[in-house]
């Protein structure tokens, strides 16, 4: 594609920089931007994007302090909570946070940025495309010439997404449903202007537009969680259609990966899941493999806990760490290819089950994630975690009733994945 696009994101935790470099093909040189760390950024704009991640990651922490955490984080989530869908309504009405947001538009927060993307004489504007709705909304403000994409990377959302005046906006948003687009027509946006191309999945993962690497990690995949052949007796024909003949057994253990969030949060459960896998690990019968992230101290904790836990020597336990994002995303993809299972939190995770990766849900942060899991659990892509004490027993239930293998299928069947080929085509247009 002879004219790329500024691909911007902002890297304040995984979501909106997963979302981007899912697309990184499509940006100028290859290389993401992001908005609250550019280079030659304006202390002042920094430190207006540096107060806000602080502030969210400490929250998220100490979310986990008893009875006072809740209360607390309870009292910040009601500032970007979604409402209720129904009764559907007019939900145009602007709020506090995007009132105070073009406040500091109107003081020069972002007009830096949006000047260095600005055509030189003569030039076409390339198309700026942002996973996180404030570029977007500076790009507009500051009257950028070419087009503005925003893709949005929730199952559902909250009024922050619209502009400050939806109905004229100019603003292009790329959905991964129809209820996040049901969502925007609600906010004011105008339909010409939404459109529904399914969160951009990595497509080193699927293999083009025939799938083929995506069709045959499934197959895999699906000999580990259907043993003892139920899904596939109940189900031959579905199976058939999409996938072809099923191995007798799969290329790779039965694995788990679980991840946490950017924060931090939920760690624990991680080396609950080792302590209660722990035989099935040292006979090879099974993998796990703890993602750690960019979070050096995440790392650390893991692989403190993996050795009192006198499991440092086994083959399959595995801590996913890179040192930046780019590294961590292949890495992270790569290991996708031999899951059987996605354990965490309902992020923008939550769309990996396209992949034919069922998810455990381990519980929610923040309202977003609420609506996310109820995505999953509506359309039976996922399942809430139970009792972390019992894992292995109702896991393995879930195995042997062909429950997990269900939800792959689900997942896979009824999910979009060629999202970032719907957005490079978008933008062609």
Partial sequence: MENKAWVIAINMGYGHQRTAYALKDLAVDGKIINANDYEGIPETDRKIWEGSQKFYESISRFKRVPLIGNWAFNIYDQTQKILDFYPRRDLSKTNFIEKNTYNLFTKGWGRHL?????????????????TFFTPAFMAEYFRYPGDIYCVVCDADISRSWAPLIPDKTKIKYCVPNE??????????VN????????????MSCIGGESMSILKYDIRQRL????????YERNYTSLIKAHLGALPITADHPLTI????????????????????????????????VLVAGIKKPIKQYFDEEIKKLKMDKLKNVEVLYADNFGD?????????????????KPSELSFYSALGIPIIIAPTIGSQEDFNKEWLLLHGFGIEQKPENLVAEWFFDLIRDG???????????????????NIKKLISD
Avoid at 114 to 128: Q, S
Avoid at 179 to 188: A, N, Q
Avoid at 224 to 230: E, G, T, V
């Fill in 223 to 230: 000999a580990n969680l259907d043993p003892q052949k139920i």
């Fill in 328 to 344: 961590y995303f292949e890495i992270f993809n790569q290991s996708l290819s031999k899951a059987d299972v996605l354990w965490t």
């Fill in 114 to 130: 949006i000047k260095k993307l600005w055509p030189a004489p003569g030039e076409k504007a390339k198309p700026i495309i942002s």
């Fill in 403 to 421: 429950y997990l293998a269900e939800m792959a299928m689900e997942g896979f069947v009824e999910g979009i994945q060629l999202g970032a080929l």
């Fill in 257 to 288: 990966i679980f991840a946490v969030g950017g924060a931090g949060a939920q760690k624990e459960i991680g080396v609950g899941l080792l302590k209660q896998f722990r035989n099935r690990i040292a006979a090879r019968e099974m993998k796990i």
């Fill in 179 to 188: 209820r996040t687009k049901e969502r925007l027509l609600l906010y004011g």
């Fill in 191 to 202: 339909d010409n202007n939404i459109f529904l191309t399914g969160y951009p999945l990595p």
